[in-house]
């Protein structure tokens, strides 16, 4: 789906987080936004997922606008910042959890996005004794398991090792084939630019190509 960000605006505590941003994002465009810790990557991730209000300005997500017609974009995958999950639960046991909720998918589905992610094997760990990179996997896998037509990806490759690099590289890869609308954002240049039809940045709340 098509996303139109017009003169966007966002102010935390007084201080002005993202000034005045305006983007159009074709529908199955893979757009990575470059950024370092703390520019603002996250927060825009946010209001377009309806998960953060923003000051002034406008986000509209195919013919809908976010926080007037919509709280939350439909059909949305959402990775961002450090995943939360329940830490006496199962890897496996939380995606059933987050699953009942929609009831859109089943026991196959989810054993395929665990298959994807490589947890498998650990698939009835409690979270609680996963890694950094196991943890961000599983994010990555509630993100996608839905089959969602838009997907906002902050930082996915955060904590990962080189294995779990390749394997969001190719969801992503995977995703622009199959006509997702991919948003990423990364302070790693060289992932975005394997991944990205094209990339912005973000320095001081200012959107740049």
Do not use: W
């Not at 007084?14 to 983007?23: A, E, F, K, V």
């Not at 839905?146 to 996915?156: G, H, K, R, S, W």
């Not at 955060?158 to 622009?176: C, Q």
Request: proline content about 2%.
């Amino acid at each position: 789906m098509e996303i139109i960000i017009t003169n966007l605006t966002k102010k935390l505590s007084g201080r002005t987080i993202l000034s005045n941003i305006s983007l159009t994002i074709p529908k199955g465009q893979v757009t990575g936004i470059a950024g370092v810790n703390g520019s603002g990557k996250s927060v825009l991730l946010k209001c377009i997922a309806g998960l953060m209000p923003y000051n002034n300005g406008e986000i509209k997500v195919g013919d809908q606008v976010i926080g007037k017609d919509i709280e939350h974009p439909h059909h949305t995958g959402v990775l961002i910042e450090t995943p939360q999950f329940i830490g006496e639960f199962s890897g496996k046991e939380n995606l059933q959890f987050l699953a009942a909720i929609q009831h859109l998918i089943g026991e196959k589905e989810i054993q395929a996005v665990l298959e994807t992610v490589d947890l498998v094997a650990a698939q009835n760990d409690k979270f609680k004794r996963y890694s950094l990179g196991m943890k961000q996997r599983l994010g990555i896998a509630q993100a996608i398991m839905e089959n969602q037509t838009l997907l906002l990806l902050d930082e996915p490759t955060n904590a990962l090792d080189e294995k779990g690099i390749h394997i969001i590289t190719d969801i992503i890869k995977k995703g622009k084939i199959e006509g997702k609308t991919i948003i990423v954002t990364s302070h790693d240049r060289d992932f975005l630019d394997d991944v990205s039809d094209i990339q912005y940045r973000l320095y001081e709340g200012v959107l740049e190509q």
